[in-house]
């Protein structure tokens, strides 16, 4: 079963195969509201014993594209391959002692997967540049027409400020007489994903995680490179179970704010700066959705000079 977040399906494709039926109310480009039960597909294996069903339902899993709404397909395949899972030694306490094997936990972003968002979001800068170029009917090609960053003088390295989940990063983009490089944090664009084009930049899915990558202006990221704004958002549409600072309360970086349920999951929202809270937008039981501003934590003043 999948449980999703909210938004438009821009890719859906749920993979059928020996042992394995799809169910389905959804399908490309219907939009996701909270006011529905979570379910969003079903994927049913069937197989002469347990561990076969499993390993079948575990392979769909790793072959399911979701872009759009956020799914806990990586999830439940990692539950299908949990040892006790599979040995039917489990109880109702089995996933929240095992959150940190199953990925259920916050996991450090994935620098490979954000440099491949790049590498395409480039790549169809380039193809945008390459639609403008006016040039007469019996006009043959130009060099200068290019727009791939090639340069007669060795290599250039030009830092490219992005957006990953909305956490602001810099991604190195090396022009070489061989072509061009992409390195996010030192790594590489990975290659086993799969990448959606969205109107605001691109989703990237990988080992059961999607990411949102976008390019941001430049001019807004050098405003940013001295000043935390130390906005709070929500990371996913869900219900405020818990508000744990007051208006005006001194926090640190780090400390606990609000619970969010999310997708049957307690979500804690952390301070980004250290600070005093302020604007708190919302109340304990209310609604959020993916994105919402819940409250914002005011940097300490300098002192003056």
């Not at 002469?48 to 979701?66: E, G, N």
């Not at 109880?91 to 259920?104: H, K, P, Q, S």
């Not at 959606?196 to 899915?205: F, K, N, P, R, S």
């Not at 390019?215 to 130390?230: E, F, Y």
């Amino acid at each position: 079963n999948f449980l999703p977040s909210t938004g438009r399906l821009l890719a859906f494709d749920l993979p059928a195969g020996e042992g394995v039926r799809v169910d389905t109310g959804f399908e490309r480009g219907n939009e996701v509201t909270a006011f529905y039960d979570p379910l969003l597909a079903k994927l049913i294996a069937h197989g002469k014993t347990r561990t076969a069903a499993l390993d079948a339902l575990a392979d769909a899993l790793d072959r399911v594209v979701v872009a759009g709404p956020r799914s806990n397909a990586g999830f439940l395949a990692a539950l299908c391959r949990a040892e006790g899972f599979r040995k039917v030694d489990f109880d109702t306490g089995f996933i929240e002692r095992n959150l940190d094997r199953l990925g259920a936990v916050r996991r450090p972003p994935d620098l490979a997967a954000i440099a491949r968002g790049v590498e395409r979001l480039l790549k169809r800068e380039n193809e945008r540049l390459a639609t403008t170029i006016e040039r007469e009917p019996d006009r043959p090609q130009s060099p200068w027409d290019a727009s791939d960053g090639f340069q007669l003088s060795g290599t250039r390295t030009v830092a490219l400020p992005i957006t990953a989940d909305g956490e602001r990063r810099i991604a190195q983009v090396t022009y070489a007489p061989r072509g061009v490089s992409i390195r996010v944090g030192g790594e590489a664009p990975a290659v086993d994903t799969t990448v959606i084009d969205a109107v605001d930049g691109v989703l990237v899915l990988r080992h059961g995680r999607q990411i949102k990558v976008a390019l941001r202006a430049r001019a807004a990221a050098d405003a940013d490179v001295d000043n935390k704004d130390g906005l709070v958002r929500a990371p996913m549409h869900g219900k405020v179970l818990d508000l744990l600072v007051e208006e005006g309360a001194q926090v640190t970086r780090g400390q606990r704010l609000a619970v969010i349920e999310a997708m049957k999951m307690e979500h804690t929202l952390t301070a980004p700066i250290d600070g005093l809270v302020s604007d708190i937008a919302v109340a304990k039981d209310a609604q959020v959705a993916e994105g919402a501003r819940v409250m914002t934590i005011v940097p300490h003043a300098e002192p003056s000079s």
